[in-house]
């Protein structure tokens, strides 16, 4: 069983601190997962993959981003709010995180999952830091550059409207997952179901057309294992078919061993859906299979 997380302190950038939590194997870690949370939410959320993850001997570690969970409570700053510059700087923490993880647990792979606006944020780390990490896991994840024609940015995002294909509906959030009890604590969560502000918004999708840059993505380590799992019915991407435009994006800029995933029926939470432990199941015999297929760095970790 997984251990309750600890949590550490990390400075960012304009005075801000970052709340980090951390799941701990009973040994030594075998590895480091690194887990990035979508919007409206935190990583405490991820506590049931931690467990699977921990019980494989991994540590676990994860930031409640700027403006969310208790990095916005630790700094006073409003929900969804994430400060000047906030969205680069929500990137930026992805490695300075990194780089902690690197420090505390040295000489093992680090992996770094990220889910929806974690997955933009990974999506844009790997851009100039994919040498940086072992492996990359995107989930509930789309192309930000194909879908920013359909989001409105002059008012803060409205998570609520994703709930559109699944009227009539129980809640506002039933677009999360098949499983009510998973939407119900959602719902019943003071820190789950906001937007980012409009700031942040027009921050996030402009950072996101540089993943449409060929140059861009032909510059990362084309020997990265990267595995893209989504819902068949994830409103938040819109058609599965964008998604497989991102695996689609790598494997021409070179990438060899990217594996794509659509979960039949899932919605935009599959770590949170009716089949959680089989989706959980794949995602760790993919890491399993990732370390037993170490590669050569130009860094000389392997």
Known sequence: MATEPTRIDLPS???????????????????????THGM?????????????????????????HRGHGATARANGTEAGSLGPGGWDELVADVGRLVERGRQDAPGVPLILLGHSMGSFAVQQYLL???????????????????????????????????????????TDYDWLSRDEAQVDAYVADPWCGF???????????????AVADPQRLAAMRQDLPVYIAVGENDP??????????????????????????????????????????EVEGELLTWVERVLQEPVTRPDGRG
């Open 40 to 64: 409206g939410e935190h990583v405490l959320r991820y506590g049931h993959l931690a467990e699977v993850l921990t019980d494989a001997g991994f540590l676990v570690q994860g930031q409640d």
């Open 195 to 209: 937007g980012l502000d409009s700031t942040a918004g027009t921050e996030m999708l402009a950072a996101g057309r």
């Open 236 to 277: 938040v991407g819109g058609p599965v078919v964008v998604a497989q435009a991102l695996a689609d994006r790598y494997r021409e800029a070179g990438l060899k061993d990217v594996t794509f995933r659509v979960w039949p029926g899932a919605r935009h939470e599959i770590l949170n859906e009716t089949n959680r432990d």
């Open 13 to 35: 950038a304009g005075g801000q601190t970052v709340a980090v939590f951390r799941w701990l194997p009973a040994g030594d870690p075998r590895g480091v997962v690194q887990l």
């Open 128 to 170: 100039d830091h994919s040498e940086d990490v072992d492996a990359a896991v995107l989930t509930g994840t789309t192309l930000l550059d194909m879908i920013e024609g359909a989001i409105d940015t002059s008012k803060p995002v409205d998570l609520s409207a994703f709930n559109a294909p699944f009227a009539p509906a129980r």
